[in-house]
């Protein structure tokens, strides 16, 4: 709940490091610690543990300064995303990516059903249809890259014709995280994470976060976190603020090996497509044969290990459509490859020594 720090001459690897930290002075920690308590001495700015922690703070002020806007934390992702619809009067009009992230697409059909808004899914990747779309919308919504489509969105053109139409812009920023895309500067309104992927990173988490390019919203975030009671714990903040602390040095190498990967994947006989935006470290592949040889490939691998969620330094990955609750338009084939730091030769060995099983 902070504005961001006066770090902005530097660069954003910088500010990853340095922001959030106390002040040097003399036998000054060099962390903010873990503050456990409920409740705080009356006098003072916080009063009670649902209103604020000094170790939210900390996380707050640097992924904030990130952004270049007002963050907020969250118990998780889901959390932030529910705040910052609720920004949406009632019966508002969100227009949102038909390939998002199934627990968002959930959410908003839920509350469509429920009358509290209404939902236009449109493509996101087609910038005319989604400028058509957001005439009466009052938000619109979407991550770029897509999950697990990786379609790409042009904020700033997005943001102009949403703008046009006094509509709000709302972008996840999970999958490209700060360093590689920073949707306030591209006029987006609000960006949030799941803090839970490759801020933290370690797999270890469950946070979220969402970041407000406005005081008003900032504040109105504050009253949903407040009154809704979805509040991170103490121990997750400083745990994702360390994570934040060596985010570069995770992506650069994650990056990279998704990259090599790309490369020696393309033209692979056991796939029928290899999808990847050109930056970040997700990858989607098609497995020729769909759901049977798929499934196969993700029980024999030694290294990349089967499971959902992503961002971590351990290779993972998964075919997307075993959830139900998946798009159907999403190919039932499709694993999506979270890559991570390991020395790529070995990601490589791993996986296609699995690929010529099935191929
Ligand atoms: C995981 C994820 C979420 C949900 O976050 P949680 O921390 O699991 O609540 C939202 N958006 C994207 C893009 C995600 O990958």
Same mark, same amino acid.
């Given at each position: 709940?902070?504005?961001?720090?006066?770090?902005?001459?530097?660069?954003?690897?910088?500010?990853?490091?340095?922001?959030?930290?106390?002040?040097?002075?003399?036998?000054?920690?060099?962390?903010?610690?873990?503050? %456990?308590?409920?409740?705080?001495?009356?006098?003072?700015?916080?009063?009670?543990?649902?209103?604020?922690?000094?170790?939210?703070?900390?996380?707050?002020?640097?992924?904030?300064?990130? *952004?270049?806007?007002?963050?907020?934390?969250?118990?998780?992702?889901?959390?932030?995303?529910?705040?910052?619809?609720?920004?949406?009067?009632?019966?508002?009009?969100?227009?949102?990516?038909?390939?998002?992230?199934?627990?968002?697409?959930?959410l908003l059909e839920e509350r469509a059903?429920?009358?509290?808004?209404?939902? *236009?899914?449109?493509?996101?990747?087609?910038?005319?249809?989604?400028?058509?779309?957001?005439?009466?919308?009052?938000?619109?919504?979407?991550?770029?890259?897509?999950?697990?489509?990786? *379609?790409?969105?042009?904020?700033?053109?997005?943001?102009?014709?949403?703008?046009?139409?006094?509509?709000?812009?709302?972008?996840?920023?999970?999958?490209?995280?700060?360093?590689?895309?920073?949707?306030?500067?591209?006029?987006?309104?609000?960006?949030?994470?799941?803090?839970t992927k490759y801020l933290s990173g370690?797999?270890?988490?469950?946070?979220?976060?969402?970041?407000?390019?406005?005081?008003?919203?900032?504040?109105?975030?504050?009253?949903?976190?407040?009154?809704?009671?979805?509040?991170?714990?103490?121990?997750?903040?400083?745990?994702?603020?360390?994570?934040?602390?060596?985010?570069?040095?995770?992506?650069?190498?994650?990056?990279?090996?998704?990259?090599?990967?790309?490369?020696?994947?393309?033209?692979?006989?056991?796939?029928? *497509?290899?999808?990847?935006?050109?930056?970040?470290?997700?990858?989607?592949i098609v497995v020729r044969g769909g759901?049977?040889?798929?499934?196969?490939?993700?029980?024999?691998?030694?290294?990349?290990?089967?499971?959902?969620? %992503?961002?971590?330094?351990?290779?993972?990955?998964?075919?997307?459509?075993?959830?139900?609750?998946?798009?159907?338009?999403?190919?039932?084939? %499709?694993?999506?490859?979270?890559?991570?730091?390991?020395?790529?030769?070995?990601?490589?060995?791993?996986?296609?020594?699995?690929?010529?099983?099935?191929?």
């Open positions: 709940m902070h504005a961001a720090s006066d770090d902005s001459d530097l660069h954003p690897d910088t500010v990853a490091v340095v922001a959030g930290r106390p002040a040097h002075a003399p036998d000054a920690p060099m962390n903010v610690p873990v503050h %456990l308590t409920s409740t705080y001495v009356a006098g003072g700015d916080i009063a009670y543990g649902r209103y604020g922690n000094p170790s939210w703070t900390a996380f707050e002020d640097v992924l904030g300064a990130l *952004e270049g806007g007002r963050c907020v934390s969250f118990a998780s992702g889901m959390a932030a995303i529910s705040a910052v619809l609720d920004l949406v009067e009632p019966g508002g009009l969100v227009v949102a990516p038909r390939h998002s992230y199934t627990g968002t697409v959930a059903q429920q009358g509290r808004l209404r939902v *236009e899914f449109v493509d996101i990747a087609d910038t005319a249809a989604v400028a058509a779309a957001c005439e009466g919308a009052a938000m619109v919504w979407f991550e770029t890259p897509t999950n697990p489509a990786l *379609e790409v969105a042009d904020i700033a053109a997005i943001a102009a014709a949403a703008h046009a139409h006094g509509a709000l812009v709302a972008v996840d920023n999970t999958f490209a995280t700060p360093l590689l895309q920073r949707p306030l500067a591209l006029g987006a309104d609000l960006v949030v994470h799941s803090a370690h797999s270890d988490v469950v946070m979220g976060a969402a970041i407000a390019a406005s005081a008003e919203h900032e504040a109105a975030l504050v009253q949903r976190r407040t009154l809704g009671g979805a509040i991170p714990a103490p121990l997750e903040t400083y745990l994702a603020l360390r994570g934040i602390r060596t985010l570069a040095v995770r992506l650069e190498r994650a990056q990279a090996n998704a990259q090599e990967l790309v490369r020696r994947l393309d033209g692979h006989p056991a796939l029928d *497509e290899v999808r990847y935006p050109g930056f970040g470290a997700i990858v989607s759901a049977g040889p798929a499934d196969a490939l993700v029980e024999r691998t030694r290294l990349w290990v089967h499971a959902t969620s %992503l961002g971590g330094v351990e290779s993972t990955f998964e075919r997307r459509r075993r959830w139900p609750a998946e798009q159907p338009t999403i190919p039932e084939g %499709l694993v999506r490859l979270s890559v991570g730091i390991e020395q790529v030769d070995d990601l490589w060995r791993d996986l296609s020594a699995a690929l010529d099983t099935i191929g």
